[in-house]
C-alpha cells in the first residue's frame, strides 16, 4: 500500500482500502478533517456567489408564515441553546480582544510615530532596514486592508525593537 502525505498537518498516512485508498486526500485526524471541510466549503462559496444572495427574505416570509417557531424549537432543544450561548461568547470575547488590540495600538500610536520619526529613513525596499512592526504600521495605515493582523500573528514579540514591553507580562526583549 503507498503512502501519502497529508497536506495539512504534513503526516504520512496510509489510504483506508476501503473505497478511498484512491480518492482520500487527508489522514483523517479530527484537525485536518475540519481544515479540508473549510477549503471545500470556501471554495463552494467562491464558485457559487449567488447561493445565499437575497436569502434574509425567503427566510423572514417562512417564519411569518410559522409564527412562534423559533420560540418552541429553542424550548425543544435546550442543547442547542446551551450550544449557541457558548459559540457566542467565543465569538464576543475574540471581537472584544481583537477590539482591545486595536485600542491598544492606537493609544501607542504618538509614541510609535516620535520614535519612527527618529529612526533613519526608512527604505522598504531594503528588508534589512524595515523592522517588521514599521512594516505592520505602515500597512495599518490602509484602512481596508486586514493583512496586519495576519503579519501581526506571524511576527514573533522578539522581533519587535521598537515598542518596550518591560511592564507588559511580556519577556524582555533584547535587540540583537
Not at 436569502?55 to 418552541?72: F, I
Request: hydrophobic share 30%.
Amino acid at each position: 500500500m503507498t503512502t501519502r502525505r497529508c497536506p495539512y498537518c504534513h503526516n504520512l498516512f496510509v489510504p483506508t482500502p476501503r473505497g478511498g485508498g484512491k480518492r482520500q486526500k487527508i489522514c483523517g485526524q479530527l484537525s485536518c478533517k475540519k481544515a479540508l471541510k473549510a477549503e471545500n466549503n470556501a471554495r463552494w462559496r467562491r464558485e457559487n456567489p449567488a447561493s445565499c444572495l437575497n436569502d434574509y427574505p425567503r427566510v423572514k416570509q417562512w417564519l411569518d408564515q410559522h409564527p412562534g417557531y423559533l420560540k418552541k424549537y429553542r424550548a425543544d432543544h435546550p442543547k442547542y441553546v446551551q450550544s449557541n450561548r457558548e459559540a457566542q461568547g467565543r465569538r464576543d470575547r475574540w471581537k472584544r480582544a481583537r477590539l482591545d488590540i486595536q485600542a491598544r495600538i492606537k493609544e501607542q500610536l504618538p509614541d510609535i510615530t516620535k520614535q519612527l520619526r527618529e529612526l533613519p529613513v526608512l527604505d522598504i525596499q531594503a528588508q534589512k532596514t524595515a523592522q517588521p512592526l514599521e512594516m505592520t504600521l505602515l500597512l495599518a495605515s490602509f484602512p481596508h486592508l486586514d493583512i496586519q493582523i495576519q503579519i501581526a500573528k506571524s511576527i514573533p514579540l522578539g522581533h519587535n525593537f521598537i515598542i518596550p514591553t518591560e511592564g507588559d507580562g511580556h519577556a524582555k526583549q533584547t535587540g540583537s
